[in-house]
């Protein structure tokens, strides 16, 4: 699959999160997924992974509308998504800027502060100018806890997609039986055809097909906190302030949190 080439296709990527998720200047949602294999011989525990069997793993960047934007796969079981994530082609050219995209700007009208735009992970990943992961720790004041809430609504497009993926082509309920060559030619197959059907039958679906793979909010709460330097936290504290501002809000924010 190719990667969007213009400012105007990542434009309208945000724009997809900013009218479904209410997450502005967003380009993408990433997260990994374990594909389960049968062990390769004289693989050692290099494809073992932290749930006890061995895989594969299938690094995706995803859109509002659960399409993949860019995949990584083939990665051991037993690597972590955020270095997975560093040595990919999408990473390389986010930090050397030449994904092409937007310039940085307000997140609003009543704002002068320029706000680059970002991919979305999980806990799992380190903060970055160009990506933003959740607050650590479990003494949250409010304002850190909606953004943590308001991010985790947006991320879980890639954890629904991985669902949707799982349960249109159902080779992923059970290990692999073949060779892991193949096991990766069969998930990129995989991965084409769902954006194949995606765009074939629009923004629609069967709620029965979206439901994220994990509840990741437990894991938020008790994150460990990972330094991403000055003008990371900067930039996540510019939009931890936007989401509990009047313009950035969302009514049901308080309450989701326990506030």
């Known amino acids: 699959m190719q990667l969007p080439t213009t400012s105007t296709a990542w434009e309208q990527i945000s724009n997809?999160?900013?009218?479904?998720?209410?997450?502005?200047?967003?380009?993408?949602a990433v997260d990994g997924k374990h594909i389960r294999i049968k062990k390769p011989s004289?693989?050692?525990?290099?494809?073992?992974n932290y749930k006890?069997?061995?895989?594969?793993?299938?690094?995706?960047?995803?859109?509002?509308?659960?399409?993949?934007?860019y995949v990584s796969v083939g990665s051991y079981g037993k690597d972590c998504d955020s270095s997975i994530f560093k040595g990919?082609?999408?990473?390389?050219?986010?930090?050397?800027?030449?994904?092409?995209?937007?310039?940085?700007?307000?997140?609003?009208?009543?704002?002068?502060?320029n706000v680059p735009f970002v991919i979305i992970g999980d806990e799992g990943f380190a903060l970055n100018d160009n990506l933003l992961r959740?607050?650590?720790g479990t003494h949250l004041d409010k304002v850190?806890?909606?953004?943590?809430?308001?991010?985790?609504?947006?991320?879980?497009?890639?954890?629904?997609?991985?669902?949707?993926?799982?349960?249109?082509?159902?080779?992923f309920h059970r290990p692999l039986d073949v060779n892991v060559e193949t096991v990766i030619w069969v998930v990129k197959a995989c991965t084409v055809l769902h954006n194949f059907v995606r765009q074939k039958d629009g923004f629609d679906f069967q709620s029965d097909q979206i439901k994220p793979e994990i509840n990741c909010i437990p894991n938020?709460?008790?994150?460990?906190?990972?330094?991403?330097?000055?003008?990371?936290?900067?930039?996540?504290?510019?939009?931890?302030?936007?989401?509990v501002s009047e313009v950035g809000s969302v009514p049901w924010q308080d309450e989701s949190i326990g506030f």
């Open 42 to 48: 004289n693989s050692g525990s290099m494809y073992f």
């Open 134 to 136: 959740p607050y650590g």
């Open 88 to 113: 990919t082609t999408f990473w390389k050219k986010l930090t050397e800027n030449a994904l092409h995209l937007p310039i940085p700007r307000p997140l609003s009208e009543h704002s002068n502060t």
């Open 220 to 243: 938020i709460l008790s994150a460990q906190s990972i330094r991403g330097g000055s003008s990371a936290n900067s930039i996540r504290a510019t939009f931890a302030e936007y989401f």
């Open 52 to 69: 006890d069997y061995n895989s594969i793993i299938l690094l995706a960047v995803v859109d509002s509308e659960y399409r993949f934007i």
């Open 144 to 171: 850190k806890r909606v953004f943590n809430y308001r991010l985790t609504r947006a991320r879980r497009y890639v954890e629904c997609a991985f669902g949707i993926l799982s349960n249109k082509w159902r080779i």
């Open 16 to 28: 997809g999160f900013q009218s479904r998720a209410n997450f502005p200047h967003c380009i993408g």
